[in-house]
């Protein structure tokens, strides 16, 4: 075992504790997990060099505790910040409710939206955007971030064909167009499935400390358009308008019904195109199989967006968007990965 996590565990809880250390799977991130116990109690241990990022961690926890109690707690912090403890919220995640037992998912879905935008709205009065990690807000040059990674990783991988220099010039004119969406509060930013995990019924939100101030219809789309997941279109349309709904009860009355939409789809193509960069730089360039197998979902998505009013503005993005939504290309792309 480490050094420092035996000096950690000897000097916050014992020695048993020290012996029941179990690793845990990692996740995309550099971050080491382990469960151990202390006291008849579960907890896991999370071990990272980022120190800064532990620290928005640790500090989005105090802050939105305040606020809701769907988030683990943290019991212990290493003076240094490389090592924390918190609560223990199991194995069951969303992800493993909707492949598994549909109804009971949507149950859970429905109160992480209640509490998603109650975290957004009221999470972000007095929420110090400073101690954010990398960006404290979801802004033009996020966006141009996450538009050219999905050029580099996915399109230029692929080897699809299109205008370089219209497409660059529909990612400068998406991105200011994201970037003046209205309500804007705090956003996860990564807030799926797998990111939600479910004890007694009730769900818990973890990984959220690359949040940040943004249109708070990111973190729906996120949820309700995650590919794999793949929910039928009456639920998204259900979940958008519970999402709405809530929006409006919790103190953002009357809300522009258009307006809203708009910046819906403008959060929509984002993130779908944000997520097949990551499929690209994940599964086609570092070959990881769970990505790999995730490009297809991912694709599948797309058709749902080609034909969408705010897709118009962006000629030639729309043009990449109905080439890669074709059925053919999968095929295409698969023989490619494969040989």
């Known amino acids: 075992m480490d050094t420092e ?19 845990l799977a990692q996740s995309g991130s550099s971050r080491k997990y382990y469960r151990f116990e202390f006291q008849d109690n579960s907890l896991i241990l999370t071990q990272s060099d980022n120190i800064e990022e532990n620290k928005t961690f640790v500090y989005f926890t105090s802050h939105f505790s305040k606020i809701t109690d769907h988030l683990p707690k943290i019991d212990q912090v290493s003076d240094d910040f490389s090592i924390y ?31 998603l935008v109650r975290l957004q709205v009221c999470g972000d009065k007095g929420l110090d955007y400073s101690k954010c990690f990398s960006y404290p807000e979801f802004n033009y040059l996020l966006v141009l971030r996450d538009l050219f990674s999905f050029k580099n990783y996915f399109l230029n991988l692929t080897e699809i064909e299109f ?22 509060f705090f956003v996860f930013r990564d ?32 949820l309700i358009w995650q590919a794999k997941a793949n929910l039928s279109n009456e639920w998204k349309q259900e979940f958008y308008d519970l999402y709405l709904n809530e929006l409006n009860q919790i103190g953002q009355n009357n809300v522009d019904k258009s307006e809203f939409q708009k910046g819906y789809q403008l959060c929509l193509i984002e993130r779908l195109i944000q997520v097949l960069g990551t499929y690209g730089f994940r599964g086609i360039y570092e ?28 000629s030639e993005l729309k043009s990449v968007i109905g080439k890669l939504a074709e059925p053919e290309f999968f095929i295409e792309l698969k023989q490619k990965i494969n040989g």
Do not use: C, W
């Open 5 to 23: 996590l035996q000096i950690f565990l000897a000097d916050h809880y014992n020695s048993e504790a020290a012996d029941s250390l179990i690793p």
């Open 85 to 115: 403890t918190q609560t223990d919220l199991g194995n069951l995640s969303l992800m493993n409710l909707i492949e598994n037992d549909r109804e009971k998912s949507k149950e859970i879905l429905i109160k992480s939206i209640r509490q």
């Open 163 to 184: 205008n370089h220099g219209k497409l660059l010039q529909d990612f400068e004119k998406f991105a200011y167009d994201f970037e003046k969406i209205p309500n804007r």
């Open 191 to 222: 807030f799926q499935s797998r990111n939600i995990m479910v004890q007694n019924d009730q769900p818990y939100f973890i990984d959220y400390q690359g949040g940040l101030k943004g249109p708070v219809q990111y973190d729906l789309v996120s």
């Open 287 to 314: 070959r990881k199989p769970h990505f790999l197998k995730s490009i297809e979902f991912g694709l599948k998505n797309l058709n749902e967006i080609k034909n969408l009013d705010q897709i118009n503005q962006y």
